[in-house]
């Protein structure tokens, strides 16, 4: 999932998060990024860029079909995990984010396993991927 994300900013950018979901069968994921100390959202990338990189004319392909080959190498991944816990009888997570310093090479992992989304009917996987996009935006 890191891997494919970085690649996705040409490995330039400071964090990367993902968000990953699976509950009552239903897999969604989303990703964002720290860029030059901006929290942007992967379709808007190119806000990110400073002035060095304006010089060196540098700027992000955000097309909508990358960002679906993204999304859906995550999906793919999330559903290798659920194999592997099945395999291993082991519980799947219901949420997972992630956080990913690349000058550091550190990863952190937060897993929730209690339904968060499923048993609120104001709440979707997406609120609250947009949800945690906010709370790091205002945090940052």
């Not at 942007?40 to 700027?59: G, P, Q, T, W, Y």
């Not at 859906?72 to 290798?80: G, M, Q, S, V």
């Amino acid at each position: 999932m890191v891997s494919i994300c970085l690649e996705y900013v040409f490995e330039r950018a400071n964090k990367i998060y993902i968000y990953c979901s699976y509950e009552e069968g239903l897999i969604s994921s989303d990703f964002f990024y720290n860029i030059n100390g901006k929290i942007v959202e992967r379709h808007k990338l190119n806000d990110a860029i400073n002035d060095v990189e304006n010089i060196e004319n540098f700027s992000y392909v955000t097309s909508v079909d990358r960002q679906k080959a993204v999304v859906k190498i995550i999906n793919d991944n999330i559903k290798e995990m659920i194999k592997l816990c099945n395999k291993y009888n082991r519980e799947m997570p219901t949420e997972i984010k992630l956080i990913y310093d690349v000058q550091g090479n550190k990863l952190i992992a937060n897993y929730q396993y209690d339904l968060v989304h499923t048993n609120n009917p104001n709440q979707t996987a997406n609120s609250i991927a947009r949800s945690w996009f906010e709370e790091i935006k205002n945090n940052n």
